[in-house]
């Protein structure tokens, strides 16, 4: 390692120290108790379920999809997927209260449906340009 | 076929490759840094002393740092997962046997697992407190920040490690295989560059999807915004009045403000503050959880309450609520905001007497602040 390298590892050490520093030194220990839960069940969540599930679900839909509509598949599981992720707080509508009707104010079922569907045309649209000048460009008679 | 661990070997798929990783990781290192550095700018602008004057101008500036703080979050979701994806086989390495490359090896996979854990966590923890859910016992602004600056620490570590591979990736084509484990041979559904497309893609979506809190033209297309930006008076709430246990108080014919300097008290009557001398301005309310709107706002200049009790300029003012308790029942302005002319007891929003969960009978309004510090149902205003 360089010593430009080693300069940012440490400023890289010492940055992370004092997250570490300011997290053990501003709450009490069952505090800490969930921060650590949090911490460690990110983990497990990402690197034992979600994971071998989309390897899972890889393999099936590997199986089960005809080969010109894989790329499609992959893409909307790629978009479809991290955006439902992302919206699980919202869809679950876990934090509504009944004195603020301003908070998670939308339907969102109707919403994330309404996006799968776009995405499900725009995919299909655009798989089938593809096909199509695929087939042009492959003619030799033109 | 005997059950046993995978390796790294069991993963075939030539996208699993440094190529696609340092790409995506180029992008999630971006939003990583625009979220740190506009959190950093969050919890400094809530400071009550600050070592150097946040400005209040511009007045929209917090409302742009807050909005561009959640957005970068939701752009780093995909990004976050696909460069995982990328890297999963990493995962199942056999450790090497030889003490010392074991210490290295268990050091270098210990900075990536705090690089990982945090990152997961500052975003799924973000997301959820952004609906009011708060299914944990920690103080999500103390472990939030807490948590940024060992993310990016680890990050700059993490860098600092992989800083050849990473410009060996970003130099080489995209195709190039020469990084890649001699194990991924298999071409993937996607090539490299439909899955580098897609990734932004995803991203570009989290962020339509989800940004029309803070981007109003979006706020038609934003189907998974926490808020659509309505609420009472055309302005979304974050804390009710009924949550903040002030129903009564804030009613009760008999309310009096109170405004003190340096011993001397005055109490104004609500007729008494309608009665002063009125000023409007239109500045944005922008919420820590990054929703923001802008807002006509009517009162009386803070400015002139001030003089009313013989309070010089060039100090901070304190704020209290009528609520009882909460983290937020007190605030601290700084002087530069106290003196601006913009700075406004509020009495009335959009044209009507404010509604009683933006906090009547009188609110803070002050241009550029976060908005949980634009202190609610005023109960006293104290000069330094």
């Known amino acids: 390692m360089t010593r430009a390298r080693w300069s940012l590892g440490l400023v890289g050490v010492a940055v992370g120290c004092y997250g570490g520093w300011l997290l053990l030194t501003r709450q009490t220990a069952a505090d800490l108790v969930s921060a650590g839960q949090w911490l460690v069940g990110g983990v497990v969540l990402h690197d034992l379920v979600l994971a071998p599930l989309v390897i899972v679900l890889v393999a099936v839909a590997g199986r089960l999809t005809p080969r010109s509509l894989r790329a499609p598949a992959a893409v909307l599981l790629v978009v479809v997927g991290s955006v439902t992720l992302l919206a699980v707080p919202v869809l679950g509508g876990f934090g509504r209260r009944a004195d603020n009707p301003s908070l998670l104010d939308r339907d969102y079922t109707t919403g994330w449906l309404l996006l799968v569907g776009v995405l499900v045309v725009l995919a299909a649209v655009g798989s089938a340009v593809q096909l199509w000048r695929r087939v042009d460009g492959a003619d030799p008679g033109r | ?384």
């Open chain 2, 1 to 384: 076929m005997s059950p046993r661990a995978p390796a790294p070997e069991d993963f075939p798929s030539r996208l699993r490759s440094p190529a696609v990783t340092s790409r995506v990781g180029v992008w999630l290192g971006i939003t990583f840094g625009v979220c740190f550095l506009t959190g950093l700018v969050s919890h400094y602008a809530q400071l009550p002393q600050q070592p150097v004057p946040f400005p209040a101008n511009p007045a929209w500036g917090y409302r742009v740092t807050q909005g561009l703080h959640v957005i970068s979050g939701a752009a780093a979701v995909p990004l976050l997962l696909v460069k995982l994806w990328t890297v999963y086989p990493r995962l199942f390495l056999r450790p090497p046997r030889r003490a010392r490359a074991l210490m290295v090896e268990a050091a270098e996979r210990g900075s990536v697992g705090v690089l990982v854990a945090s990152a997961v966590f500052l975003l799924a923890t973000g997301l959820v407190n952004m609906t009011a859910w708060y299914p944990w016992e920690f103080s999500f602004r103390t472990t939030h920040y807490a948590l940024a600056w060992a993310a990016v620490g680890a990050l700059v570590l993490h860098v600092a490690v992989k800083l050849p591979r990473i410009r060996l990736a970003l130099g080489a084509d995209l195709d190039d295989r020469s990084l890649d484990r001699a194990s991924a041979t298999e071409p993937g559904v996607l090539t490299r560059r439909g899955l580098l497309r897609t990734t932004w893609l995803a991203a570009g979506v989290a962020v339509v999807a989800t940004a029309g809190n803070s981007v109003g033209w979006l706020r038609d297309v934003s189907v998974l915004a926490v808020r659509s930006s309505d609420g009472p008076q055309g302005l979304p709430v974050t804390k009710s009045a009924a949550a903040a246990g002030v129903l009564e108080t804030a009613t009760d014919p008999a309310y009096r403000l109170e405004v003190e300097h340096a011993g001397r008290t005055l109490a104004l009557a609500l007729e008494e503050l309608r009665a002063m001398p009125q000023t409007t301005e239109t500045l944005p309310i922008a919420c820590v959880e990054g929703w923001s709107e802008n807002a006509e706002w009517t009162g009386v200049q803070l400015r002139t309450l001030m003089d009313l009790v013989g309070a010089p300029a060039g100090s901070a003012v304190g704020f209290e609520s009528l609520q009882q308790s909460g983290p937020f029942r007190t605030s601290v302005l700084p002087a530069g905001f106290a003196d601006d002319d913009r700075t406004l007891v509020a009495l009335r929003l959009n044209g009507e007497p404010l509604s009683i969960d933006h906090g009547y009978p009188a609110r803070l309004i002050a241009p550029n602040r976060p908005g949980v510090r634009q202190t609610k149902w005023l109960a006293r205003v104290v000069s330094a």
